[in-house]
């Protein structure tokens, strides 16, 4: 049987690479489909503002319409929404942040008769907000 030293023993191990932590820019700007959804997203606001100086009478109503409904796809919080998604499953792969379960919901102790949203306070509630005096 042959014994194997420490120091060859380290050697002989595959080296294991190091995941490094993502940096934001490597997910909101650097892939293409993130320059082509900021881009699309400039020329949407760009092309809302400039919607804005048309007059009533020279209006196309089924582009405004289009460019009403867009606001959704193009409000800076979904951009930010589409764009974070792979950082945020990036840094937890990477085993920078961890993801843990939440703590059940658990409705507050409330009496019963002030609770506006219990059935049995009847307009008991209304007291608190002035509404009933005594």
Known sequence: METI???????QLPEIKRSYSPRVADWFWHPWYA???LA???A???GLEVMITIPYERL???LANTMQMLVFVFNPITVATVLGFGFVKAKVTCGEWVITQGQPFQRP?????????DCRSGDNHLRHIGMIND
């Open 60 to 62: 196309n109503i089924k």
């Open 109 to 117: 102790l409330v009496d019963p008769y002030t609770d506006p949203s």
């Open 40 to 42: 699309m997203m400039a």
């Open 35 to 37: 320059k082509l959804y």
């Open 5 to 11: 030293e420490p120091e060859k023993a380290e050697a």
């Open 44 to 46: 949407y606001w760009i």
